[in-house]
C-alpha cells in the first residue's frame, strides 16, 4: 500500500511534465477535430440518405350505379314510355358532363328493363331543336346529335358493344375487341341481330321555325344478341354488367333553313359536347373501367337492392387502372421516368398494394383485396381477370 501511494505521490521532473503537457494539448485538438469531421459526415449521412415514403390516402370516385327490374308486361317500341312498366321505373340520375366538372345545357335521362327475351332501353332528352341528316346505317353517328349505349357484360374492358342513334332513327352498332388504347379490331360491320329501335319527337324535326320538347328513343337487343360478348347463355338474373350511355351534342347553325355543325372563323367544326350518366373524368368514352354498374334484379323482386350497392372491390380495381394507364403511358414514351413497384396507397381505410410481374409475353399488374382475398390481374393488353 506504501509502494502504491509513493508511486501516485510521485512528482515527474520538469522537463517531463512540459512534455506531456504539449501531448495532451495536440491530442485534445486532434479529438476536437475527429469530433467535428464525424458529426458533419453523421449529418451528411443521414440527410442524403433515402426516408420510406408514407402511404399516401386517396380519393376514387365510384362510378353509379343502376338496379334494372323484371317485367311480364309487354314493351312495344314505339319510342314511347306509355307503358305500365315503363311508367313505374325508376329513372337514372340526370346525365353529366363527360368529365364531371360542367353543366349539360339540356336533361338528359334514362331507364331500363328487362324480360325473358330482351333488354329494354328508353331515353328522353330535352332539346329545342331536333335535327339530323345522316341516313346511312353503320356511318359515324355522332356527326349528329345522338344518344349511346356503350356495354360490356363481363367487365373486363375487353369484348364489348358500342351503339349509336340520331334522331332520324339510324343506327350505328359495332364490337370493339378491346379500348382504344390497345388498338382493337373494330367491327364496323357487325350488327345486332334482332334489335329493334324507335324514336318520338315532341315537335318537328329538321324544323328550325317551331320550337320543340325533346326527343326519345327506344331500344330492345335480344338476349341472344348481347350473349355473344359474354360467356353466359341465359340472362344474368343477379348479375352486373358494365354500362354506360352518352349524348353527343353540337352547336348548330342553319343556312338556307337547314341545320349544320356550327364552325369557327376559320371553318372548323366547334367541339361537340359529351352528357354522360357515370363521368368518365376525362373525354373519353372508351375506358371501361370507369363506366357504371347495371344490377339485374330478380324475377320475384323480393330481393331489395339498394340503388348505389357496388361490388366490394371496385375501388381496388379503379385504382388499379389508374396504375395501368399511367405505365402504358411511360412505357411508350421514353421521356417519362419508369414508375416503381411496388406501388402502396389507401383508400378509405384500406390499404392498398400493386405489384408487377413480369413473363415472357409481357408484364401483369396484381393486387390483392384485403376485404375479399380476391386477386386481380391487368394484363398488359388491359384485361381484367379475377381469381377468388
Same mark, same amino acid.
Given at each position: 500500500? +506504501? %509502494? @502504491? ?5 510521485? +512528482? ?6 512540459l512534455?506531456? !503537457? ?10 476536437n @477535430? ?16 433515402? &426516408?420510406?415514403? =408514407?402511404?399516401?390516402? $386517396?380519393? $376514387? ?6 338496379? %334494372?327490374?323484371? %317485367?311480364?308486361d ?8 306509355? #307503358? ?18 360542367? %353543366? /349539360? ?13 330482351? @333488354? ?7 332539346? =329545342?331543336?331536333?335535327?339530323?341528316? @345522316? ?12 344518344? #349511346? ?13 358500342? $351503339? ?33 329501335? +324507335?324514336?318520338?319527337?315532341?315537335? &318537328? ?34 348479375? &352486373? ?5 352518352s ?12 341545320y349544320h ?6 371553318? !372548323?367544326?366547334?367541339? #361537340? ?14 375506358? =371501361?373501367? !370507369? ?7 330478380? !324475377? ?7 340503388? &348505389? ?29 419508369? $414508375? ?23 408484364t ?6 384485403? +376485404?375479399t ?14 381469381? /377468388?
Amino acid at each position: 500500500m +506504501k %509502494t @502504491l501511494y509513493k508511486f501516485l505521490s510521485f +512528482k515527474p521532473p520538469l522537463s517531463l511534465r512540459l512534455f506531456l !503537457k504539449s501531448t495532451q494539448s495536440f491530442y485534445n485538438k486532434s479529438m476536437n @477535430l475527429i469530433g467535428h469531421c464525424f458529426c458533419g459526415l453523421f449529418l451528411i449521412f443521414f440527410s442524403c440518405a433515402p &426516408t420510406p415514403k =408514407p402511404k399516401v390516402n $386517396i380519393e $376514387i370516385q365510384l362510378p353509379k350505379s343502376y338496379v %334494372t327490374r323484371f %317485367t311480364n308486361d309487354k314493351i312495344t317500341v314505339d319510342g314511347k314510355d306509355d #307503358e305500365a312498366a315503363w311508367i313505374t321505373t325508376e329513372w337514372t340520375d340526370s346525365f353529366v358532363d363527360i368529365e364531371g366538372v360542367k %353543366t /349539360p345545357k339540356f336533361e338528359t335521362q334514362i331507364k331500363m328493363l328487362w324480360d325473358e327475351t330482351h @333488354l329494354y332501353f328508353f331515353s328522353k332528352m330535352k332539346d =329545342p331543336h331536333v335535327w339530323g341528316n @345522316l341516313k346511312q346505317r353503320d356511318t359515324v353517328i355522332f356527326y349528329n346529335n345522338d344518344f #349511346e349505349i356503350f356495354i360490356d357484360p363481363d367487365g373486363d374492358t375487353h369484348n364489348y358493344m358500342e $351503339i349509336e342513334i340520331n334522331a332520324l332513327n339510324t343506327v350505328w352498332d359495332l364490337f370493339l375487341t378491346k379500348p382504344y388504347r390497345n388498338h382493337p379490331k373494330v367491327l364496323d360491320q357487325w350488327d345486332i341481330k334482332g334489335l329493334q329501335s +324507335k324514336v318520338y319527337v315532341s315537335g &318537328t324535326i329538321n324544323d328550325p321555325l317551331d320550337i320543340d320538347q325533346f326527343w326519345s328513343v327506344e331500344i330492345a337487343i335480344p338476349w341472344e344478341s348481347l350473349l355473344e360478348a359474354d360467356k353466359g347463355n341465359k340472362p344474368p338474373e343477379g348479375q &352486373t354488367w358494365r354500362m354506360n350511355f352518352s349524348r353527343v351534342f353540337w352547336d348548330f347553325e342553319i343556312v338556307n333553313h337547314t341545320y349544320h355543325r356550327k364552325k369557327d372563323a376559320q371553318g !372548323k367544326h366547334l367541339s #361537340e359536347y359529351n352528357w354522360v350518366w357515370s363521368p368518365q373524368g376525362v373525354i373519353n368514352m372508351h375506358e =371501361p373501367e !370507369k363506366w357504371g354498374f347495371v344490377h339485374f334484379a330478380p !324475377k320475384s323482386g323480393a330481393e331489395k337492392i339498394h340503388e &348505389t350497392a357496388y361490388p366490394d372491390d371496385a375501388a381496388l380495381v379503379l385504382w388499379m387502372y389508374h396504375h395501368y394507364r399511367a405505365t402504358l403511358v411511360s412505357s411508350r414514351n421514353s421521356n417519362k421516368s419508369k $414508375i416503381k413497384f411496388p406501388i402502396r396507397e389507401s383508400h378509405q381505410g384500406s390499404g392498398f398494394v400493386l405489384e408487377q410481374i413480369i413473363t415472357p409475353v409481357g408484364t401483369i399488374l396484381k393486387s390483392k383485396s384485403l +376485404k375479399t382475398g380476391t386477386t386481380y390481374y391487368i394484363n398488359q393488353e388491359g384485361k381484367l381477370t379475377v381469381r /377468388p
